[in-house]
Structure formats: C-alpha cells, structure tokens
C-alpha cells in the first residue's frame, strides 16, 4: 500500500517574542498561514519492521535526525505498531529556510502513517503528537491559518487572509536559528501588533494585513546577515505591496495584490537569488480523509 501526502511550507505573518522560559525555549505569539509550495512525502508499507528514508536532496538527513523519521518512530513506539514504513521525501521546500520545511515533512508523515496504520487518530490527536517533534509540527498537521502561542504548539485556528500572491527568496546561506534567538533583546525591539493582524485578517483587508506585517527576529539577522536586507530591499523596489522575513530567515517573502506584477519582481530577483518562488497563499486547513 502507498499514501501520497503534500506538505505545504508557511510563512510567518507575524512572529513576536514575549518572553524567554525556564526550559530554554521562548514564549511566542505567531500567525502562520499555509503557502502553495510544498514537498511531497510518499509512504510505502515494507515487509520487515523498519524506518527507511530517502530525498533526492543531499542536505536532507535519511536517519533519526530527520523529523520525517521521527514521526514514524514516535507512532510506531506509541501504538506498538509492527509495521515497517519507506518515507520518500520530494522536495521543493528550501532546506534551513524559515518555511517549516522539515517540520511539516513530519506532519504530513504523521497524517499519512494514520491513514497507512489505520491508527484512527483525530487530527487534534495528530497535532498533540506533533508537539513532541517540534514547535512548527502542531500547526503544520493543521495547516491553515493560525494563530500559535506557547512555544509554537497552542494552535487557535483564524479565518484564512485575503487572497494573493507570495514571492520567495532564499538567499544562499544558512540561519542558525540558535543563534538568533540568542541574540534577540527583548528590550531592545519593535514587537509586532498581534492582534491587529487578526483583525485585519478578519476583515479580509490585503492593505491592512501589508501595514501589520512584523516579526521581531527580522533584525537580529539582518544585522547578522546583510544579504536578507539587501534581498528585501530588491524586493520592495521591484514592486512588491509588502515584505518580511519567514521565521529566523533568511528567506524573505513578499505580498503582491496582483498577478501582473508578480513576474516582474520574479525576474528581477533571480538576478540576485537563485531561489526564488512565486505561489499562492493557501491559508485553508488540510483534510484528514
């Protein structure tokens, strides 16, 4: 038996920062919304009882470390389940990108290995599982829109935002997410009005969404790396109706109103990136069926 599961990317509409926890982690308030780029995770029921996974992608790890693999695992340590699974991994997400890549690979294998093990798991069950992987898991299980609190894992579901278009640009070099939060000073920011951004979602408004785009790690990796501020600087200038940066970076996302200027701002980055994205936003949840 095979199960073919998408696995969109996200990007961050507003990510804020409200306090660092005793565990190491930070307290966050984030709207996330689901984008048309995404992986494909093919599974495939094997004979013995094993885990193997591949990617045609060599920076994709094919071991415990990838959270794909980790997904297969917690389900099969879980429910006791015998059953040996191929996890093949296409991807179109850019790796280490600040789109959730890797964790929404995780989130479509745990929605495919329901289907695959007949585990009968609600998606809220799926999505309290996530949690054990990682902060983005929960949402991407979801997918959709939201608004996620805690560390990531408190998922309350919005209305999806007004329809547009994305451009992406990944710049050729990596983000240590670490680091960057490392650096943030909580004190020394500009945090993003949350809430705003709910209600300028609500009203279907693309103008106010534009005006409410924030997130408070922007600037540590700007300063950090110069090449995401020259990269959104490009994009801006090229037409784009608003811009930030996804997660810790470095990709950078524009909003474009209209599709007859999403080419133009394509063309005119890829002479400075060669990742370079135009989609659409989804913004709907995913469908357990």
Not at 60 to 68: E, G, H, K, Y
Not at 178 to 193: K, S
Not at 231 to 246: E, P, W, Y
């Amino acid at each position: 038996m095979r199960i073919l599961e998408k696995a969109p990317a996200k990007i961050n509409l507003s990510l804020d920062v409200t306090n660092k926890r005793p565990d190491g982690y930070h307290e966050v308030e984030m709207i996330m919304t689901t984008i048309d780029l995404a992986d494909r995770i093919e599974l495939t029921e094997l004979p013995e009882n094993t885990i193997r996974v591949a990617s045609h992608n060599r920076f994709v790890p094919d071991d415990q470390r990838n959270l794909a693999y980790q997904a297969a695992k917690l389900l099969k340590d879980r429910y006791k389940v015998k059953k040996g699974v191929s996890i093949m991994i296409t991807k179109v997400i850019p790796v280490a990108a600040g789109l959730a890549g890797g964790s929404s690979d995780a989130a479509a294998a745990l929605r495919g290995l329901n289907k695959l093990w007949d585990l009968k798991l609600s998606v809220e069950e799926l999505a309290e599982l996530g949690a054990e992987i990682g902060s983005d898991v929960s949402f991407c299980v979801y997918g959709g829109t939201a608004l996620a609190t805690g560390r990531g894992e408190k998922i309350k579901h919005i209305s999806a935002p007004p329809h547009c278009w994305v451009v992406l640009a990944k710049p050729t070099i990596g983000v240590s997410t670490a680091e960057v939060y490392r650096r943030l000073n909580l004190q020394q920011v500009r945090h993003p009005d949350v809430q705003a951004m709910i209600d300028a979602i609500e009203e279907k408004s693309f103008q106010k969404v534009c005006s409410q785009l924030g997130n408070v790690l922007e600037s540590v990796t700007l300063n950090l790396h110069p090449e995401v501020a020259m990269i959104k600087n490009q994009m801006k200038r090229f037409g784009a109706d608003a811009v930030l940066m996804s997660g810790s970076g470095p990709t950078v996302f524009g909003l474009v109103q209209y599709e007859s200027k999403v080419q133009r701002i394509y063309n005119g980055l890829r002479g400075f990136c060669d990742q370079v994205y135009a989609v659409r936003m989804i913004g709907e949840q995913n469908a357990l069926d």
